[in-house]
T-cell receptor
Framework: SQQGEEDPQALSIQEGENATMNCSYK?????LQWYRQNSGRGLVHLIL?????REKHSGRLRVTLDTSKKSSSLLITASRAADTASYFC????????????FGKGTKLSVIP | DVKVTQSSRYLVKRTGEKVFLECVQD?????MFWYRQDPGLGLRLIYF???????EKGDIPEGYSVSREKKERFSLILESASTNQTSMYLC?????????????FGPGTRLTVL
């Protein structure tokens, strides 16, 4: 079953601008992950934030997590055309679960 | 770097054919997964395996079976392909220590069933 839902479904920005994508989920989590998928390719893991963390950075990526609101956001700063991709949040379904549940994704277009 | 490879990038089959999709990982991961991805539906888990010869159904196992005879290889089988199985199929793997780790994905196989 789908747990995470990304918002917006699609986002179009100019190169150099920041892009923010949001994710909401329904049940308690151990961690939340963000993945990127270039058109027609496999997913690439970007960043993992644990439930006891509120913010995490990796290069131009900044992820926040608000467990009280069951939401997370992914910020890409100073976007580049190469950031054009779909972005997915994902969580494990429950304690000890092997199943990673993905949202439907945000399609980001960065216009040069 | 972890490498997950899939046997084909594109595959075209006819209705009723038996289809094998193969996935190989080179990092000695215990867990392996098969997903399908469809527009508007996101990624859905078909089957996963946590050890050789062990398998568990995901959300949409109907019409599929899997085989894991060796740790590095996980096969998805469509016993009798149907047009509604036209989709992008993604394989992934991860290690079991610590559970809830990130998954490493293959490049995907785009299957068309005519």
């Amino acid at each position: 079953s789908q747990q995470g839902e990304e918002d917006p479904q699609a986002l179009s920005i100019q190169e150099g601008e920041n892009a923010t994508m949001n994710c909401s989920y329904k049940t308690s989590i151990n961690n939340l992950q963000w993945y990127r998928q270039n058109s027609g390719r496999g997913l690439v893991h970007l960043i993992l934030i644990r439930s006891n963390e509120r913010e995490k950075h990796s290069g131009r990526l900044r992820v926040t997590l608000d467990t009280s609101k069951k939401s997370s956001s992914l910020l890409i700063t100073a976007s580049r055309a190469a950031d054009t991709a779909s972005y997915f949040c994902a969580q494990y379904s429950g304690a000890g679960s092997y199943q990673l549940t993905f949202g439907k994704g945000t399609k980001l277009s960065v216009i040069p | 770097d972890v490498k997950v490879t899939q046997s084909s990038r594109y595959l075209v089959k006819r209705t009723g054919e038996k289809v094998f999709l193969e996935c190989v990982q080179d990092m000695d991961h215990e867990n392996m997964f098969w997903y399908r991805q469809d527009p508007g539906l996101g990624l859905r888990l078909i089957y996963f395996s946590y050890d050789v010869k062990m398998k568990e159904k995901g959300d949409i196992p109907e019409g599929y079976s899997v085989s894991r005879e060796k740790k590095e290889r996980f096969s998805l089988i469509l016993e009798s392909a149907s047009t509604n199985q036209t989709s992008m199929y993604l394989c992934a793997s991860t290690w079991v220590e610590g559970l809830m780790n990130e998954q490493f994905f293959g490049p995907g196989t785009r299957l068309t069933v005519l």
